[in-house]
């Protein structure tokens, strides 16, 4: 190996290797671009709730979450052959999710309706009702200081701080400049914090 490759190969870290979920996720969506639809089930179960519980976070009481899930598939399935592995599925798939929720904003502002409260059914963690009471007033103070937010911004928020993902995969999917995703990424963190102390200040929700 040259030394100008050596030095390369250390400035380029190379990828993790993808885990086993990864892998799998790979497989179902190799099926899919071959028209495989048996796949689809699969993929759904394997995926469904991180889809809702992103949804949620995104568009909070503004959504109708069942009817943005279906049509986050229905999107899925016709954007599926442009899925060239280079990235995560996952990425690909918040890309998606984050395409529909900016969708559901413009017609729910073009709208102006009033907000619903629908909260995402989750399973039973067999908790005692008193630590589920509490663990619902905290999704519930989170998503009224999440609700302060512009969309780009809660997109940010939502993905890095929930979802667990970097800047520069964010950057990727939306589309906008590394930095900018950092400046909204810290104007967010900002604005969170000070909505979030506000409520439990004034003892809401």
Not at 42 to 49: M, S
Not at 177 to 191: C, D, G, K, M
Request: charged letters at 30%; glycine letters at 6%; a positive charge.
């Amino acid at each position: 190996m040259s030394a100008g490759a050596l030095s390369l190969s250390r400035l380029v870290p190379t990828p993790p290797p993808k885990t086993a979920q990864q892998l799998r996720l790979d497989r179902l969506v190799g099926r899919l671009q071959a028209d495989d639809l048996t796949a689809f089930d699969e993929l759904y179960r394997l995926t469904r709730d991180d889809v809702a519980r992103t949804l949620w976070h995104l568009l909070g009481r503004r959504a109708d979450l069942e009817d943005l899930i279906q049509e986050t598939y229905l999107q899925l399935l016709r954007s599926v052959r442009g899925f060239r592995g280079e990235a995560q599925f996952r990425t690909f798939l918040y890309r998606v999710c984050a395409n529909v929720a900016l969708m559901h904003l413009r017609w729910w502002r073009r709208r102006k309706e009033e907000p619903v409260e629908v909260l995402p059914e989750v399973a039973s963690s067999g908790r005692d009702p008193e630590a589920e009471a509490q663990a619902r007033q905290a999704r519930v103070l989170v998503e009224r200081a999440l609700e302060g937010l512009s969309a780009k911004k809660r997109i940010v928020f939502v993905y890095h701080e929930l979802c667990g993902l970097g800047p520069e995969e964010i950057a990727e999917f939306t589309g906008a400049p590394y930095n900018t995703v950092r400046s909204r990424l810290f104007h967010a963190r900002e604005e969170f914090t000070r909505a979030l102390e506000a409520l439990v200040g004034e003892g809401r929700p």
